[in-house]
């Protein structure tokens, strides 16, 4: 199989930033940093997004949502919605002509409601009408008679004796090893002997701690054309971020083969795990069926809020010992995720909260256990960091809160027990790629810290641009005090558990007006993860060729997966050179057929594809690709999969769970006014092992975005939830805050590239590991500059203030 | 929903008699969002965006008469000296986008108690140029606010101006949000001296159901400041002044908990602001050298 790519050696002091693997060979080819094709119309606003679709003739679709969390339906009269000039359909659960329930993990969730609602917004009927405003108005007139119920909000409410079973009667893969019906999932992992790693331990450290609910805040709201055809099927234009998940789940909610439900990938505005379950897309293909009409459904941001699952809000207890030498002994953690409503992918964000919840440390002894909640919350499920983020947040605080009682640096504390190569995972698993823990929290720490008081000018006056409050002028330097804090962390990459998690990919090879050109043809939903320019890059460097064209993605080729878990580089990259790998094989098969008994090296060399030649390894060339080529196209579209995974013992939680793990350090600058409680963040430093940097400008902007939804996540993002009502408090971006520019603070960051030797190029999925660490490194540095525990975030300035 | 599109101030002034339900539009920043967000469906729009001198100002003698549609960005740029609070208060407004849109008419007509110019103005001291086809009359800007959202104008009346009165002294502004920028505020403080007056006026924002005055801070200080002779001695404030001064402020709040911030954080962060803003203005007074740049 054509030339071996992968780096067979294991460098383990590569410096930052290295050149492409073999440079020069491949322009435009992998270690490149090409520009996106996307970039310049995304930022200069003339990029087409999904919300832009239009159709002659179309239709609007809305969505009629519960005002409540939780209650019965006694009756929904649709008639005054139906009598509306303007309105083509109403559709409510009693219209569904097959499936009335889809889930990414298992069916628990009704494409309408079902008799009851579980949680505040759930879809309860839909309209479609000429005009959007007609479709709203008309779906006021829908008279719902609602009969409130109890609701269930947290641990409490829904393991109580009297507690509501949300949903009785549950069939799913988990019911049966739950230990109450309101739990979705639990998994426990135990290793070693914790009773005498406890007692061997001089101190223990034990706290609580709580990670509020973040929305992904995507800034392109939900949104799809559904066109019907004339075979009864439905073609569907829609930002998602996997086409063919969705079509496992629409095909029968329509009742259709999953032939006649073609979908094709529309511009999508960011996903970070929002876009992974089912929003409009099954919605507007019931109104275009019903009606014969093409329908458009788009959310505005209110509704989004509504229309996508969050990130699991957690409780977590953690109890961690040591021994006087600065040796960890055991951890014991509990960490309990609000599900919400419905599954979604909760099961999945506990075996990651789960496995994950010790961190990159070596732990003698671990008795962990993770669990999922059903309550009548916003449902939660999938978003950057997945389960990893709410256990780092935690067993970060420990660390610091450790190290304090043993009178240690948090650095050297953590470098003590941090996990290399070779470790074992509490899960039993083996990391058999490098895992440069101490090496990372090293580099951050050695950076140049910025400079104290850099918000004073020479002449002694205040700029409060760099001052907690900004331009809002709240401070001139009273109150203000620096704080330092450092965190790191570990995620799985790809899926895990024995999930098959392969991706496809269609490789053409032609010639096109005497030049090479390759085709690339994938079902990956670019989601501004820069896959666009990835694929591209792998094909220029197998296959030699300057010109790669990306066809769209849709789902006339096979599934390439789920854009998200850090893995489409991984797994469609690697599906992209695999049947790059199959075409080079193929060409130099006609190369030997037309040319090898003209040369000798076409039997006896290595060959390569390079400059739109077929050459040896040293550079000598055979053949053109037009010459052997001759009019013929070499076509291939091939499935590709990484190492096998294995689920989880149920009891131990042992197990061959995860594909790779990614690593990142961070260490936060911050400023905060002690008196009002506001926090300015000054610096967020970040080191990161990426394995191969394939494109190393997309790699950091990965690093610097996942930063930044840890910063938001430490200081201001939350979706509030009412603890009464369980009803969202705050669906809008007055109020949802998320970092401006003005929030965003200096991001250095240092990529390692220390290969695995497991992964196409060595290549490391880089998405998620930054959103980890970022968070309880600017808690940490919160901390040191109040001297506050603040074991919640995001932190409020009531935390700081004590009001 | 009709939308009236007046091409003259007096036009306008006939749709809004004729109309009374009709709601201004000016740079939209308020009712715009509104209507998207389907809080509000007017009967009617009164687009005032083709009356150009909404858009003017006049510095006189005493007061800045700032048309109702100027945008905050002009104020930024150009009313900097005679205005310094509302020039503060004005870069806190929203983004570049908003400011160069929204106005001080509209914040008045919106009356929300998070509206960011309303301190600034009852510590400059200003009053409210308010027209109907009746007539103009002039409302102290103190007796504007009469509820949450809700203000003195008659269903008849527009907002034509506001008068400010002219800086004779340091002023201050300052707003607690959870972000750095862009951001509603959780609660706001403006603080104006008045050395001719020998008086120093206050606006509290966001921490009752009205933007109001903190009186009682304002007379204690006002008192003090007299009976010490600071207003001539120009010597540093005793830390239980300004201490007093901030307790006094944050008396005058009555905030509720939302999901901006708790009532008791708000009291807190208004006295805070109150004791640092009358720092900074004093310092200013008494010819400091300690300026903001950006300020």
């Known amino acids: ?803 | 929903m009709d939308f009236l599109r007046p091409g003259t101030w007096e036009e306008a002034l006939a749709a809004k008699a004729e109309h009374p339900s009709a709601v201004p539009l000016a740079g939209g920043t308020d009712v715009m969002v509104e209507i998207n967000f389907d809080h509000r469906r007017p009967e009617y729009l009164l687009d005032l965006n083709r009356i150009g001198d909404l858009y003017e100002w006049e510095t006189g003698e005493r007061d800045v008469r700032l048309g109702a549609s100027v945008p905050y960005t002009r104020i930024m740029e150009h009313l900097r000296g005679p205005l310094p609070g509302l020039a503060l208060a004005a870069h806190t407004v929203g983004s570049p986008q908003i400011r160069n849109r929204g106005s001080v008419g509209g914040n008045l007509g919106a009356a929300s108690p998070a509206g960011d110019s309303h301190p600034a103005l009852l510590a400059a001291g200003a009053e409210v140029e308010a027209e109907s086809v009746r007539g103009t009359r002039l409302i102290p800007v103190e007796r504007f606010y009469t509820g949450v959202k809700r203000n003195a104008l008659e269903p008849d009346e527009l907002i034509r101006a506001v008068r400010i009165r002219k800086a004779d002294g340091p002023q201050q502004f300052a707003k607690v949000g959870t972000r750095n920028a862009m951001v509603i505020a959780v609660c706001a403080f403006g603080l104006a001296l008045h050395p001719e007056a020998r008086a120093v006026r206050t606006g509290i924002g966001s921490a009752a159901p009205t933007p109001l005055r903190a009186r009682a801070a304002e007379e204690f200080l006002d008192a003090a400041l007299a009976e010490g002779g600071f207003w001539d001695s120009g010597r540093d404030l005793p830390p239980s002044l300004a201490r007093q001064f901030a307790e006094l402020a944050a008396g005058a709040c009555n905030p509720i908990d939302d999901v901006r911030g708790s009532a008791r954080y708000r009291r807190h962060a208004v006295g805070v602001m109150a004791r640092r803003t009358l720092g900074w203005a004093w310092d200013t007074y008494r010819g400091s050298e300690r300026t903001t740049r950006c300020a």
């Open chain 1, 1 to 803: 199989m054509g030339t071996p790519r992968v780096p067979t050696g294991l460098p383990t002091d590569l410096p930052a930033g290295t050149g492409p693997a073999r440079a020069g060979r491949a322009p435009g080819g992998i270690g490149e940093s090409t520009l996106r094709p996307d970039g310049t119309l995304k930022v200069t606003g003339e990029f087409a997004y999904a919300s832009d679709l239009w159709h002659e003739d179309m239709l609007w679709g809305h969505t009629l949502r519960s005002p409540h969390a939780h209650a019965r339906i006694r009756s929904v009269d649709v008639s005054g919605a139906l009598a509306t000039p303007g309105v083509r359909a109403v559709l409510t659960h009693a219209d569904l002509p097959a499936a009335t329930r889809y889930g990414l993990e298992f069916a628990d969730t009704p494409v309408l409601a079902d008799g009851v609602v579980r949680y505040h917004g759930e879809p309860v009927a839909l309209v479609a009408a000429d005009h959007p405003e007609t479709a709203r108005r008309a779906a006021e007139k829908i008279a719902v008679d609602y009969e409130p119920l109890p609701v269930v909000t947290d641990e409490a409410s829904a393991l109580a004796p009297d507690a509501p079973v949300l949903h009785p009667g549950r069939t799913d893969g988990h019911a049966a090893h739950v230990p109450h019906p309101n739990v979705v999932h639990r998994q426990p992992v135990r290793h070693g002997d914790i009773a005498a790693a406890r007692a061997r331990a001089d101190v223990i450290v034990t706290g609580d701690y709580e990670v509020g609910m973040q929305d992904q805040a995507f800034l392109g709201p939900e949104s799809g054309l559904a066109v019907p055809a004339e075979d009864g099927g439905v073609d569907l234009y829609i930002a998602t971020q996997w086409l063919h998940a969705d079509l496992r789940q629409i095909a029968p909610v329509l009742g259709l083969p999953e032939e006649k439900v073609r979908m094709t990938l529309s511009g999508v505005g960011g996903a970070f795990g929002g876009r992974e379950d089912l929003s409009m897309q099954a919605h507007a293909c019931l109104l275009a069926l019903r009606t014969g009409r093409p329908v458009k459904m788009v959310y505005n941001r209110f509704e989004s809020f509504f229309g996508h699952v969050h990130r699991h809000p957690a409780r977590l207890h953690y109890e961690h010992g040591a021994t006087r030498d600065g040796k960890l002994t055991h951890m014991a953690c509990r960490i309990v995720l609000d599900g919400g409503a419905y599954a979604s992918s909760s099961p999945a964000v506990v075996g990651n909260a789960a496995s994950l919840s010790a961190g990159p440390y070596v732990i003698d002894a671990v008795e962990a256990e993770a669990l999922a909640l059903y309550t009548n919350n916003p449902p939660c499920g999938a978003m950057r960091g997945f389960g990893a983020v709410q256990a780092c947040f935690a067993y970060e605080a420990q660390m610091d809160r450790l190290a304090a009682a043993l009178e240690l640096d948090p650095v050297e504390f953590r470098q003590r027990n941090a996990m290399s190569q070779g470790a074992v995972l509490p899960t039993g698993q083996v990391v058999d790629s490098p895992a440069p823990v101490a090496e990372l929290l090293r580099r951050v720490k050695a950076m140049p810290l910025p400079p104290e008081r850099q918000w004073e000018s020479a002449g002694g006056t205040a700029d409060v641009r760099a001052l907690p409050g900004g331009l809002s002028n709240t401070t001139h330097g009273e109150g203000v005090v620096r704080g330092v804090g450092y965190a790191v962390g570990i995620k799985n990459v790809g899926f895990s558990e024995g999930f098959d998690d392969y991706s496809t990919a269609r490789v053409r090879l032609e010639v096109v007006g005497g030049q090479p050109v390759a085709t690339v043809h994938t079902a990956m939903a670019e989601v501004g993860q820069g896959g666009v320019t990835v694929h591209a890059q792998i094909a220029r460097t197998e296959l030699g060729v300057t010109q790669v064209t990306l066809r769209p993605a849709d789902t006339r080729v096979g599934s390439a997966g789920s854009t998200s878990a850090s893995r489409q580089t991984y797994v469609t990259g690697g599906a992209v050179r695999h049947a790059c790998e199959a075409v080079r094989e193929r060409v130099l098969e006609l190369g030997r057929a037309r040319f090898g008994t003209y040369h000798p090296a076409w039997a006896t060399a290595e060959l390569v594809l390079e400059g739109g030649k077929v050459t040896t390894d040293g550079g000598e060339v055979l053949a053109g690709l037009a010459e052997v080529l001759e009019g013929e196209a070499v076509d291939v579209e091939l499935e590709w999969r990484h190492r096998p995974t294995e689920p989880f013992d149920l009891v131990t939680g042992q197990g061959q769970g995860h594909v790779q793990y990614s690593f990142a350090a961070h260490r936060a600058v911050v400023e905060v006014d002690t008196e009002l409680g506001l926090v300015k963040v000054v610096e967020l430093a970040c080191a990161q092992d990426v394995g191969k940097a394939l494109n190393p400008l997309s790699v950091v902007g990965q690093i610097h975005g996942g930063t930044t939804q840890g910063l938001g996540l430490a200081v201001m993002e939350e979706i509030v939830v009412d603890p009464v009502t369980a009803k969202v408090r705050n669906p809008s971006f007055t109020d949802y805050l998320i970092p401006t520019i003005l929030d965003t603070p200096t991001l250095p960051v240092d990529v390692l590239e220390l290969a695995d030797a497991h992964a196409p190029y060595g290549l490391r999925g880089v998405g998620e590991a930054s959103t980890l660490s970022s968070t309880p490194a600017v808690v940490a540095a919160i901390r040191a500059a109040t001297g506050l525990p603040l074991a919640r975030v995001p932190v409020r300035p009531e935390h700081l203030t004590g009001t």
